[in-house]
């Protein structure tokens, strides 16, 4: 890569991150999946049908930011619950939910920490012949809460329940947000089927990274086919969804990991946090691809330390400690993360 272009990709960087825009004055809000307070397990997958639910509801509702579930999971496994997710984290949406045969309850918690620190709670009973349109009566209370000016939505559309295509989607997003789970290439595969460029956002999303935790265990020459596979599902799936940031986000690593021009890496990963600036996975594909003086890298790396601060690791953790993408960038981020701890940037 020349010089001159060294220093344009730096400059489109540093202008992301130094320039006011509208999107960095919103509220960044983390949904969190729901607890399953019953000992029946099998059912801990409607958690994250409802958090997705709701974070979709919450999107076509307000202007408002969201925290990757990603940066969730290391929040959640590495934090203590009354800490927020990052210091710029405006809103933590949080609760649990039990059935009972054909009926149930949930629980809500709204915590918001800017610009004070206020609570509400929410609760309501369900029967599993009305459990969307309780849901949805909840979520615009819910938006309501947050900014009193919203309208509710009518004739929201989103996937119900009670269809096994659905169950299968969100167990294989609750198997990603495990410790340490890799998820099985069959199941990976059954996903494949149910799930394509026409298929919602998130469900591209969670089946794209999957696919490429899976590819690290592969063969190389199965490695790349996969990964291929993945490329061109994303590709697809960010002409349909060029506002998903997450999309963008994980079109941005494929292209890392199949060694594309970091011109590529870097443009791409600069749409997605145009979008939203807070997606540590397309931050830290610039920091990886941009070929930058260490004395310039630090503004990134503090920006990430920002976002993020449950994405670092240790030399002395083991491998079964939560790691970003189920340490898919373990010598990376350990590599980062001492140049982090060099320039006394606090890690939590």
Partial sequence: ???FLKAFIFILISYLFTVPSITLSREL????????????????WIGFYIQARLQAYLAETIEIDFFPLETLRLWQYKSKPS???SKNNSILISGSFQQVLQNGVVNIQMQRF?????????????SMDDFEIELDKLFAEICLWINPECKPLAGFKYPI????????????????????????????LQMKELVDENSRAEFIADLAEGMVIVSKNLLLD??????????LLLRSAAMKHPKDCRILALLAEIYYLNRKDSE?????????????????????????ATDVPDSDIKSLLDKLTEINPWIWVKSDENQEVVQFQNGL???ELLQLSESVEEQNTPLK
């Fill in 1 to 3: 890569m020349g010089v």
């Fill in 114 to 126: 800017i610009p004070e620190k206020r609570d509400q709670f929410y609760k309501i009973l369900f």
């Fill in 329 to 331: 960038f373990h010598s």
């Fill in 29 to 44: 809000v983390g949904v969190v999946p729901l607890t399953n307070q019953r000992s029946n397990q099998a059912n801990d």
């Fill in 161 to 188: 329940l009670q269809s096994v295509r659905i169950e299968t989607i969100f167990k294989y997003r609750q198997f990603l947000y495990i410790p340490g789970a890799i998820p099985e290439i069959g199941t990976t």
């Fill in 83 to 85: 800490l927020p997710v």
């Fill in 222 to 231: 199965e490695q790349k086919a996969f990964q291929g596979e993945v490329e």
């Fill in 264 to 288: 590529w890496v870097v443009k791409t990963a600069t749409e997605a946090l145009s979008i939203n600036p807070n997606n540590s996975l397309a931050l830290l594909m610039q920091v990886l």
